[in-house]
Nanobody, 119 residues
């Protein structure tokens, strides 16, 4: 069983930056494809970005391209989401997720971390 724990959320002013971390336990993340999702109040959960096991394939939602960066440190069993130029519409609970295969549903989810961007 894989456990994912996110951290790094908080309150930031528009234009500011935050870095979210997702630490995995129960399995080395070098065998996992990782993703970030978010859910704003009253909205459905949406894809933010994903990174393959090797880090060679990275994908982002159009809404965050050029502002957010996903990276991974397999030695630390950690995935990061660097968020720059934050906007109020980025306010949401951010979730880390993992899947064994490169495509398909995510198998494991974290509990989420709140990000609030004030205008």
């Amino acid at each position: 069983q894989v456990q994912l724990v996110e951290s790094g959320g908080g309150l930031v002013q528009a234009g500011g930056s935050l870095r979210l971390s997702c630490v995995a336990s129960g399995r080395t993340i070098s065998s996992l494809n990782m993703g970030w999702f978010r859910q704003a109040p009253g909205k459905e959960r949406e894809f933010v970005g994903a990174i393959s096991r090797s880090g060679g394939n990275i994908d982002y939602a159009d809404s965050v391209k050029g502002r957010f960066t996903i990276s991974r440190d397999n030695a630390k069993n950690t995935v990061y989401l660097q968020m720059n130029s934050l906007k109020p519409e980025d306010t949401a609970v951010y979730y880390c997720a993992a899947r064994i295969f490169f495509v398909g549903n995510y198998d494991y989810w974290g509990q989420g971390t709140q990000v609030t961007v004030s205008s």
